[in-house]
């Protein structure tokens, strides 16, 4: 199936040559060369197959059969794909290879990992081509590419005024390719020539005139190469040599502007020089440092770059010109200056930052639960009043070369929010530690409650107000135990949340009791009542009265 589909698409890629057989005889009765109308052998290549075939069928044979099934009529012709070319061969080539890493890149193998069928399959069709290779002529001589051209139109055009109108012009498409890839290539040349051109000057800006005839010089060279490429394609050579033009004229003009802006930079070259060593200067000061230091050295160092200016370009240009400059120079040193202090600003305030951290990070060391146990209040308070000292310290002595700062209260006070907010975390920690504990607690005392309340402790039925009483009793117990364990954490929400679950617990398990204490009164009664219904309904038929059923029940 594969072949055929690729076999349907041969009159595709092979419609110049079939317009010899779709040429209507009248059409070409005069003055026309039907020798040039002649076509070289085929060989159809088919690779990566192999096929078995019916009686020894060869791989020409199969193909000649097929190709014989292909046919049309066209005038008075009988068009067939034999009829095309003077000879039509197959060639099958087997799998080079049967790994998937050389099928995937056979440029990796070698000629030793190719198939042994591939090789001689591949060796017979080398030697076909060289047997079979002759050389297209005309009056006894090679044709040429301009002729070959020449010829290729004549067919193109004919076919589009004739017998085959409703195929697009091939020709004109083809010179299109050619004009637009023609023009692309010398282009790219023109491009490379003039920037290798230019390297000698080291991507310095050069001057104006020798820009112009470097361009000059490179734009004759690209347009000879044009001509070459387009040799005999007179129309085409022609509109190629205008988009070339236009597409040169494009590329140096801006070429040119870059050239001026870089001519235009190179003037202020020496102005930039200074800013640069004088950035390079300010930037390896080392801050933080105080205000006051930092803004005497400040104007030393414009004083500084003023100087180095006017050593380097003072001789070269004008009192006047040299004073704008060293104005231009001025302004843009003190946008730096500026810089420099707003970096120095934010370096103190970084400074005042990590100081701050570090007094927060002091003061949450100091009140650090490392038991993980809940806390007195009374530690609790001790605590943080240390745990506030020591991060005050810290601040303060990791902090004393901003104390000249305006921002510096406004640090403190931050410091101080912070340090209030954890304080508030550590009393929010311990309640969570209080919390756990009080619920382990509650759990602990509710199951010590169903314990000592359990059928083995007070057994069932017995009298309810015994049942209540005990109940109570182990009740006041469980609930002295919670106190005296978690008192001192009674100003904690959690306390009282959890001494409540703790009440509704024993007070769910008492219900439950007193519940099962009915149904076991009913389990002792049940079997009486039972019988004495039993005897009633067997006694009915003997007392007509109910007055002497009563009488009969109380015997």
């Excluded at 069928?57 to 095309?84: A, G, P």
């Excluded at 231009?328 to 040193?333: A, D, F, G, K, P």
């Excluded at 510096?408 to 969570?432: D, F, G, P, S």
């Excluded at 149904?519 to 067997?538: D, F, G, N, R, W």
Aim: hydrophobic content about 35%; glycine content about 2%.
């Amino acid at each position: 199936m594969r072949c055929l589909v690729f076999y349907k698409g041969l009159p595709v890629c092979l419609q110049l040559f079939a317009l010899r057989s779709q040429m209507s005889k009248a059409k070409w009765m005069d003055d026309f060369n039907h020798d040039l109308l002649s076509f070289p052998p085929l060989i159809w290549v088919v690779q990566d197959f192999v096929q078995q075939t019916d009686d020894g069928e060869t791989s020409q044979e199969w193909l000649h059969r097929l190709m014989t099934t292909h046919t049309r009529d066209n005038d008075d012709y009988d068009i067939s794909l034999l009829s095309i070319f003077k000879h039509v061969d197959c060639h099958t080539l087997f799998l080079p290879a049967t790994t998937k890493h050389l099928l995937s890149d056979l440029s990796r193998a070698k000629e030793e990992d190719l198939t042994l069928d591939y090789r001689r399959e591949r060796d017979s069709l080398i030697q076909k081509l060289r047997v079979g290779l002759v050389p297209k002529e005309k009056n006894e001589r090679p044709i040429t590419g301009p002729e070959l051209a020449g010829l290729l139109q004549i067919l193109v055009d004919a076919a589009n005024d004739g017998s085959l109108s409703q195929i697009p012009s091939r020709w004109a498409v083809f010179s299109q390719q050619l004009e637009d890839t023609a023009t692309e290539d010398c282009l790219a040349f023109y491009e490379a020539e003039l920037n290798a051109q230019l390297q000698r000057y080291a991507g310095e800006p050069v001057n104006a005139e020798l820009l112009q005839g470097l361009h000059e010089a490179v734009k004759e060279k690209a347009e000879k190469l044009l001509e070459h490429l387009l040799l005999g394609l007179k129309d085409t050579m022609v509109t190629a040599a205008e988009a070339l033009s236009r597409e040169i004229f494009t590329k140096y003009h801006f070429l040119h502007e870059m050239n001026e802006k870089r001519i235009k930079l190179k003037l202020t070259e020496s102005q930039h020089r200074v800013e640069l060593e004088t950035e390079e200067t300010l930037g390896s000061l080392p801050l933080a440092m105080r205000s006051s230091e930092l803004q005497v050295l400040l104007s030393r160092v414009v004083e500084d770059a003023v100087v180095k200016l006017t050593s380097v370009v003072g001789q070269l240009i004008a009192d006047d010109m040299l004073q704008t400059q060293i104005k231009l120079l001025q302004s843009s040193v003190k946008k730096l200056r500026d810089s420099v202090t707003l970096k120095n600003s934010k370096a103190l305030e970084e400074v005042m930052s990590a100081a701050a951290s570090n007094a927060v990070e002091k003061f949450k060391q100091g009140t650090y639960n490392k038991e993980h146990q809940p806390r007195s209040q009374s530690m609790i308070t001790r605590l943080i009043s240390n745990g506030r000292a020591d991060a005050v310290k810290v601040y303060v002595e990791e902090s004393e070369l901003a104390e000249e700062e305006a921002s510096y209260e406004a640090y403190t006070a931050l410091l101080m929010h912070r340090i209030e907010e954890e304080e508030k975390l550590v009393h929010k920690q311990n309640e969570e530690l209080v919390k756990r504990v009080a619920k382990s607690k509650v759990e602990d005392l509710l199951e010590r409650f169903r314990a000592k309340t359990d059928s083995s402790h007070l057994p069932l039925p017995r009298n309810d107000s015994d049942l209540v009483s005990r109940m109570s009793e182990e009740a006041e117990k469980c609930e002295q135990s919670y106190v005296e364990m978690l008192g001192d954490f009674s100003i904690y929400q959690t306390y009282t949340d959890h001494l409540k679950q703790l009440k509704t617990g024993m007070l769910a398990t008492c219900q439950r009791r007193k519940q099962e204490n009915v149904e076991a009164y009913t389990h002792e009664v049940e079997v009486p009542l039972k019988m004495a219904k039993q005897v009633i309904y067997i006694s009915a038929g003997k007392y007509s009265t109910e007055f002497s059923v009563y009488q009969f029940v109380s015997l």
